[in-house]
């Protein structure tokens, strides 16, 4: 039976942006970066009001269409509870549409608090760690950034079938990175289309590209957990990025800029992001030569998946 949660009930998601591919992983690995959304969900009395504060302020839908709601909504009835309205307040720090995961981050965010509204009413009807990566891949079709911002690090996923459900069932497990990894984002100031990029993508590819991907991602695995002077290598990749490469011409140039300069970087996401993992701060003079292109640095600690309180 659903029960209907009492009025005045809150709670704050704070909710990591994240990276995927690494490279070669493409639609498998991600790894979580710490900058933050954070979602404030309270049940009232009617209603549904929602209020966004920094990215994507202005821009998009104030009501049941937003992905948040829809995320809260979808986590309530998975939950088995329900509520009589609701007041939703997101304050955004994680760029729109540039490859760090805000769509995945929104998806997760909107769960979680669900999963921490039922459990004031009953701890026993949070949402399970597994159900969270299921729900959010479902949201995003893939579960490498979500399953990234739920469980922090970095992440292997996959997907598999599932006949019970008549769907795909989604799975990750955590990797710890290495403690002296760190990552740098280049963000340029335009947007990218996840969906137009990825009908870049060949339906076949050669099989010394795929063999030689198998490889790299292998590699990658080492590299982020034990031998992070391998990342040069273990981030190559002839599946994706080549294929995007004309579609951002920008992301594209810094991506060879940075691995000409021995730093493993890739295309974040489907861009237009670029992701550097290094042991080290960023040059100097290429973090000037990208900011005078107008390109923002942002310094990001790897980071643990979302909290909620």
């Keep these: 039976m659903t029960r209907t949660l009492p009025v005045g009930t ?30 404030t969900v309270t049940v009232t009395s009617a209603g549904l009001t929602v209020r966004v504060v920094g990215e ?40 729109h549409s540039r490859g760090l995961g805000s769509s995945a981050s929104a998806a997760v965010g ?34 490498d950034n979500s399953s990234a911002s739920i469980l922090g690090g970095v992440v292997v996923s996959w997907t598999e079938p599932d006949p019970d459900r008549g769907g795909p069932r989604y799975r990750a497990v955590r990797l710890d990175p290495h403690p002296a990894l760190r990552a740098t984002a280049l963000v340029p100031p335009h947007r990218s289309s996840t969906s137009h990029t990825r009908m870049l993508l060949p339906d ?8 030689f991907n198998v490889s790299r991602a292998a590699l990658a695995v080492v590299a982020v957990t034990h031998r992070p002077d391998l990342l040069i290598p273990a981030t190559e990749d002839r599946l994706h990025q080549p294929q995007r490469a004309a579609a ?16 493993a970087a890739t295309v974040s996401g489907a861009g237009p ?22 390109l923002q640095v942002l310094d990001l600690p790897l980071c643990g998946g979302v909290t909620v309180e």
Excluded at 275 to 294: N, V
């Design 56 to 95: 994507g302020a202005g821009e998009v839908p104030l009501g049941d269409g937003h992905l948040v709601v829809r995320a809260v909504q979808r986590g309530l009835r998975a939950a088995g509870v329900a509520v009589d309205g609701l007041d939703v307040l997101c304050r955004n720090c994680i760029p």
């Design 273 to 294: 992001a670029v992701l550097a993992l290094t042991l080290d701060e960023l040059p100097t003079y290429l973090r000037e030569q990208a900011q005078a292109a107008g």
């Design 204 to 211: 076949l590819v050669p099989h010394a590209d795929a063999v």
């Design 10 to 39: 809150t709670v704050t998601a704070r909710v990591p942006a994240s990276s995927a591919n690494l490279g070669a992983g493409f639609d498998t690995f991600g790894i979580a970066l710490g900058l933050y959304d954070e979602i």
């Design 110 to 143: 909107g769960l979680v608090a669900a999963s921490g509204l039922a459990a004031k009413l009953d701890p026993g009807s949070a949402l399970t760690t597994d159900r969270l990566i299921q729900l959010a891949g479902e949201f995003e079709g893939h579960p």
């Design 248 to 263: 951002i011409p920008v992301t594209t140039e810094w991506v060879g800029r940075l691995r000409a300069a021995g730093i």
